[in-house]
């Protein structure tokens, strides 16, 4: 596990004038998923977005497979091998799931590759199979994320980055759809998971960045987050 397929080194991005995150670094081995949590608006899903090509950062560097990407196209980054599930889903709300699915294919032209992907997703996800030509909009907020993340994986992405995935769900979907991931990251996917519930991502997780106001304060393997006092007390009420 000492891969690196990710290697964040000291980024620094703004909105506008206002500062966002401030000498980030993590890294994300090949294999694994790593975990980013923290409090809203502490600069989780801006990071994500500067991995993702959406936020330039002005300083800093970010390697992805040992090529420098920082400020590269976002259009670009599904060609390198990163796909970016954001926050709040984003399907085409009046196309069918399987339009919804075969557009997260676009770079690739070869329709037998395309019906291939299709068929492992559909084995990953059997409810979308149920579902290929219901409109996404009519779907649940569940199987709305499910069809997120399997268009996420529809690139065949080397790394899946995954942006709140429990915004708006039941803890009992919340705990399917982790379920998910951790399939998918079976097939050799790795994994950048941004998550506000925290047990939940540890759980699921190898490692684990927490950020508070722009700045990663800690990071460590999920179990030993997961037992802190510390991390307990500040994010899990405990």
Do not use: H, W
């Not at 399987?98 to 492992?120: C, P, Q, Y």
């Not at 950020?211 to 405990?238: P, T």
């Amino acid at each position: 596990m000492n891969d690196v397929i990710l290697k964040v080194s000291d980024i620094t991005c703004y909105y506008g004038e206002m500062q966002a995150i401030r000498d980030v670094s993590l890294e994300v081995r090949r294999g694994e998923i790593v975990a980013i949590i923290g409090a809203n608006g502490a600069g989780k899903s801006t990071l994500m977005k500067s991995i993702a090509g959406l936020v330039p950062p002005r300083s800093g560097s970010i390697v992805f497979e040992g090529m420098e990407i920082a400020g590269a196209p976002a259009n670009g980054m599904i060609r390198k091998g990163i796909s970016y599930v954001p926050e709040g889903r984003r399907l085409f709300a009046n196309l069918s799931v399987r339009e919804n699915l075969e557009l997260g294919a676009f770079v690739e032209k070869d329709r037998k590759t395309i019906d291939e992907r299709l068929e492992e997703i559909f084995e990953l996800f059997p409810i979308l199979k149920e579902r290929e030509n219901q409109l996404a909009q009519t779907m649940s907020g569940g199987e709305q994320q499910m069809c997120a993340i399997a268009r996420g994986l529809m690139s065949a992405p080397k790394l899946l980055m995954l942006d709140e995935l429990s915004l708006g769900l039941m803890p009992s979907l919340v705990e399917k759809v982790l379920e998910s991931v951790k399939e998918i990251n079976k097939k050799g996917v790795s994994i950048l998971l941004v998550e506000q519930m925290v047990q939940e991502a540890l759980e699921v997780s190898d490692r684990g960045y927490i950020v508070q106001v722009g700045s990663i304060v800690r990071e460590g393997i999920s179990q030993e987050l997961l037992e802190s006092d510390e991390v307990r007390r500040a994010y899990m009420g405990m």
